[in-house]
């Protein structure tokens, strides 16, 4: 199970951190991504991560701005979202790929996924 948190209401150029805490299962056994879908818009990557934070991708309209990181610590992943901008308003979705080997791969692809969580929704206000 994933459970996002941490969205909210934020003005344009301030900040937000998105946490995704999964539970049931060995968390460095999967890979994690961020997504977001805009009303009346298809579902987007936002930035993805390897089981064990040694490769990171973003999209290229969050590059520079958003950092995905984990804790296998703690079960979570991570976006730090700075330098919001009103076109970032979204549902925020976190997702995780079963890794089938050590490598330190990273998916894009929301079909590449098997499990999401809830969403957490960030509004941006200009």
């Known amino acids: 199970q994933l459970q996002a948190s941490g969205g909210g209401l934020v003005q344009a150029g301030g900040s937000l951190r998105l946490s995704c805490a999964a539970s049931g299962r060995a968390f460095s056994n999967y890979a994690m991504g961020w997504f977001r879908q805009a009303p009346g818009k298809e579902r987007e990557f936002v930035a993805a991560i390897s089981w064990n934070g040694g490769s990171t991708y973003y999209a290229d309209s969050v590059k520079g701005r958003f950092t995905i990181s984990r804790d296998n610590a703690k079960n979570t992943v991570y976006l730090q979202m700075n330098s919001l901008k009103p076109e970032d308003t979204a549902a925020y979705y976190c997702?995780?790929?079963?890794?089938?080997?050590?490598?330190?791969?990273?998916?894009?692809?929301?079909?590449?996924?098997?499990?999401w969580g809830q969403g957490t929704q960030v509004t941006v206000s200009s």
């Open positions: 997702a995780a790929r079963r890794r089938y080997t050590s490598s330190s791969y990273y998916y894009t692809g929301s079909y590449e996924y098997d499990y």
